[in-house]
Nanobody, 115 residues
Framework: QVRLAESGGGLVQPGGSLRLSCGAS????????MAWYRQAPGKERELVAR???????EYARSVQDRFIISRDNAKNMVFLQMNSLKPEDTAVYYC?????????WGRGTQVTVSL
């Protein structure tokens, strides 16, 4: 059972930046998928960014060119650098890992973009 713990959320003004981090309690193989999802109030959870094996990162169109996903396989961590934040980026952000047998979710971290 992999446990995921996110950190780095908070309140930021429009145009600002935040960096989210997620650590896994167990080894995550380089071929396993690591991703960030988000869920805004009244909306469904949506994929923000994903890294799968050696493939290029995938991003939601709404965050393309503003967010960067990266991972540190040695530390079993995934990161989300969020730049040029907009009020519509306000949501709970969840870390996600999928290995060969199961998928795992973190508890989420709140990101609020507001004046």
């Amino acid at each position: 059972q992999v446990r995921l713990a996110e950190s780095g959320g908070g309140l930021v003004q429009p145009g600002g930046s935040l960096r989210l981090s997620c650590g896994a309690s167990e080894t995550v193989l380089a071929r396993d998928a690591m991703a960030w999802y988000r869920q805004a109030p009244g909306k469904e959870r949506e994929l923000v960014a994903r890294l799968r094996g050696g493939r290029d990162p995938e991003y939601a169109r709404s965050v393309q060119d503003r967010f960067i996903i990266s991972r540190d396989n040695a530390k079993n961590m995934v990161f989300l650098q969020m730049n040029s934040l907009k009020p519509e980026d306000t949501a709970v952000y969840y870390c996600y890992v999928r290995d060969s047998t199961s998928e795992y979710w973190g508890r989420g971290t709140q990101v609020t973009v507001s004046l």
